[in-house]
Nanobody, 120 residues
Framework: VQLQACGGGLVQAGGSLRLSCAAS????????MGWYRQVPGKQRELVAS???????NYAEPVKGRFTISRDNAKNTVYLQMNSLKPEDTAVYYC???????????????WGKGTLVTVSS
């Protein structure tokens, strides 16, 4: 399973960005997909996640500003980020909990990360 994320960039505070991440390769099923972020010197933290059934979970700092969505047919997850703040600056990583075959246990897969920079 490979994850390809795109959509990062530089934006002013208060602006918006949309990240997308597509899963490809040998995929039997994807349980959940999500976005994490990491800044230098800190641990990677969950931003938002969504199950195959559409149940979402958000980190407290992004509630009300970020929206995660998913297209199961395309194995793609999106993160709409509005009202961005300088503290949202980080490398954002796409994650998928997926099984490559019907006999395989679900595993965590990670994309390479995309940089989001919010200027004040």
């Amino acid at each position: 399973v490979q994850l390809q994320a795109c959509g990062g960039g530089l934006v002013q505070a208060g602006g918006s960005l949309r990240l997308s991440c597509a899963a490809s390769g040998t995929i039997f099923s994807i349980r959940s997909m999500g976005w994490y972020r990491q800044v230098p010197g800190k641990q990677r933290e969950l931003v938002a996640s969504i199950t195959s059934g559409g149940t979402t979970n958000y980190a407290e700092p992004v509630k009300g500003r970020f929206t995660i969505s998913r297209d199961n047919a395309k194995n793609t997850v999106y993160l709409q980020m509005n009202s961005l703040k300088p503290e949202d600056t980080a490398v954002y990583y796409c994650n998928a909990e997926a099984s490559a075959t019907s006999l395989a246990f679900a595993m965590d897969y990670w994309g390479k990360g995309t940089l989001v920079t919010v200027s004040s």
